[in-house]
């Protein structure tokens, strides 16, 4: 069978060993599992054996330059990341190469992780996401694009097993070995800095580009919940808001070269997003009903919040 590396960035993350112990006690098939130290960590280390590798970095460099070293080094067919703060169903790995093709990526079911039970909560499961409108102020006061989940959605198309959709939170993500080096050409590294809106970049390259970003619910996962003192990765809220600003301008202005579709096309395959009188509880930003006229240049970018 296929073999499936797992990419581990780990910024001085206190339960990056136990994440490292579950992955190999709960896949079944072929694995290996490389865990980038990005900077020095207080924490004890995962206890040495076979396929598990560490590239060890004195000075951090960032998420997005911890995740292409590790698939620079990655032996398998299929690349997942994840999150050094996670717990994963049994099997994970034979349930994701079963429904992978060629140019998907796959996320799975999530839940919030009980730290302390090492568990999912049940009562917390999110499978959609979608992207906060890009022409209407956060509530930093900042027009970007914002990962969202998708309450709605998630509760609409419960029982869809693989599905379609909009976006998916960047903790974990499955493809091909191949799309994501020789495709997607890894995490840029210029607009976007060293963290932030990876799931957007990922997103829209797949989608624009001809692919499908894919929720599968055969399986899950479970992702401990921020803010939390257990998690690594501190980055100031002003690069972060450069990182979503970037990609906001970047992809609604459709720059890049490699797009089969626009910006508009990706939009309008999932509308209705969540408007102003369709917002349920847990779905924080709201998407204008004329947004077109934002994207083709007749309004100017919205004062409202766009959230609630």
């Not at 207080?42 to 206890?47: S, T, V």
């Not at 209407?136 to 509760?155: D, L």
């Amino acid at each position: 069978m296929s073999k499936v590396s797992v990419l581990i960035p780990s910024r001085n993350e206190e339960l990056m060993a136990k994440t490292v112990d579950d992955v190999f006690a709960n896949a079944t098939g072929e694995i290996e599992v490389i865990v980038v130290l990005d900077g020095p960590t207080e924490y004890p280390l995962p206890k040495a054996r076979p396929n598990l590798i560490f590239i060890d970095r004195p000075i951090a460099e960032g998420m997005r330059p911890a995740i292409n070293s590790a698939a620079k080094v990655a032996t398998g067919k299929y690349l997942m990341k994840l999150d050094a703060h996670c717990a994963l169903a049994k099997g994970f790995d034979e349930v994701l190469k079963a429904d992978c093709k060629n140019d998907w990526v796959v996320s799975v079911r999530r839940y919030s992780l009980e730290r302390y039970l090492w568990k999912p909560r049940l009562d917390r499961l999110v499978d959609y996401h979608y992207l906060s409108c890009p022409w209407t102020r956060n509530n930093a006061g900042c027009f970007m694009m914002q990962c969202c989940p998708w309450i709605s959605r998630t509760k609409e198309r419960m029982d869809i097993p693989i599905d379609d959709t909009l976006s998916f939170q960047g903790s974990l993500w499955f493809m091909e070995a191949d799309y994501f080096n020789n495709y997607l050409h890894g995490m840029n590294l210029v607009g976007y800095k060293t963290f932030g809106a990876e799931q957007q970049e990922i997103g829209f390259k797949v989608w624009l580009g001809g692919g499908r970003v894919i929720i599968n619910k055969k399986t899950w996962y479970a992702h401990l919940h921020k803010p939390s003192k257990h998690r690594g990765y501190p980055m100031s809220m002003n690069k972060m808001l450069q990182s979503y600003r970037y990609a906001a301008r970047y992809w609604t202005n459709n720059e890049w070269e490699d797009r089969v579709h626009d910006f508009d096309w990706l939009i309008d395959k999932f509308w209705p997003l969540p408007t102003k009188d369709t917002l349920v509880r847990g779905e924080k930003y709201y998407w204008p009903e004329n947004w077109k006229g934002y994207y083709e240049g007749k309004l100017v970018a919205n004062t409202e919040s766009g959230y609630e």
